[in-house]
């Protein structure tokens, strides 16, 4: 018998047709950057207690980490995520992409909890069980994602004013914690670090879905390296990924003080 709603000899696997398989390849991309990008943050901090032992700590300025192949092994495996989520970009919409990068919070909280005997809270458990709700709920209903011929509809899209102002005040904002509050409270606060991190990763979720696209379309035989738009949003990437990756360690300096 067939459900309420669905004509009979049909199936809810025949009504509902699901995602699209663009959009299963960017979802599968997306989950393994999340996985991937989790352990970094506990590979990472093990290694900057292991080289804050042994030398100057990092939360005091030392740089002793960078001999340490722990610390190394967690900023490569931070880079394979990356990779995979720049790759999520190029298959499924921004909207799909992007929160499931919660997820990787999940993976951290776990592995913080068995690898570095950190215990979560009552209010750390249920944040963690609102980012995978929210996440299930937009895969679900993620929409199929709008069909771009050119990474110059993307930079049409791009320099609209509405984007341009929103720029203007997020670039305007980093600025201003960079220079004004990180100075004042960057040792006691790791919210300026992170507010530097989601302001400027607001932009470069916008500049890599369109390097993304780029490059998928080139591959697929429509040469977009030919534009000097794909160039200027290569910039942009490189620009975003550095300051953000130098935010994280200053985070990632940060939790440990009271460690090392």
Not at 10 to 23: E, F, I, K, P, Q
Not at 84 to 99: E, K, R
Not at 163 to 182: K, Q, R, S
Request: proline share 4%; with cysteine.
């Amino acid at each position: 018998m067939a459900p309420p709603g669905v004509p009979p000899g049909r199936s809810w696997v025949d009504a509902y047709r699901g995602m699209s398989a663009d959009n299963i390849k960017g979802l599968v991309l997306a989950l393994s950057s999340s996985f991937f990008i989790g352990a970094s943050f506990i590979i990472k901090k093990k290694g900057l207690k292991k080289a804050g032992s042994s030398g100057v700590r990092a939360g005091a300025g030392g740089y002793s980490y960078l001999y340490e192949p722990l610390w190394w092994t967690g900023m490569i495996t931070m880079i394979v995520g990356e990779i995979a989520n720049f790759a999520a970009y190029a298959f499924a919409p921004a909207i799909l992409v992007t929160p499931l990068g919660a997820l990787s919070i999940i993976i951290s909280a776990a592995l913080a909890h068995i690898i570095l005997r950190e215990r979560l809270h009552i209010f750390g458990i249920l944040g963690c069980i609102l980012c995978v709700v929210g996440s299930i709920t937009i895969v679900l209903h993620a929409p199929q994602e709008r069909e771009i011929d050119s990474v110059k509809e993307v930079w049409d899209l791009a320099t609209e004013p509405a984007f341009l102002c929103y720029a203007t005040i997020v670039i305007a904002a980093a600025f201003i914690i960079i220079f004004h509050f990180i100075p004042q409270y960057g040792q006691t606060h790791v919210l300026a670090y992170l507010g530097v991190c989601s302001l400027i990763g607001s932009l470069s979720v916008m500049a890599v879905k369109a390097l993304g696209i780029a490059l998928k379309l080139t591959f697929s035989g429509m040469n977009q390296l030919i534009y000097p738009q794909t160039w200027a949003f290569t910039i942009m990437v490189a620009i975003c990924v550095v300051t953000q990756m130098n935010y994280l360690n200053k985070i990632c300096k940060h939790a440990i003080i009271s460690y090392v």
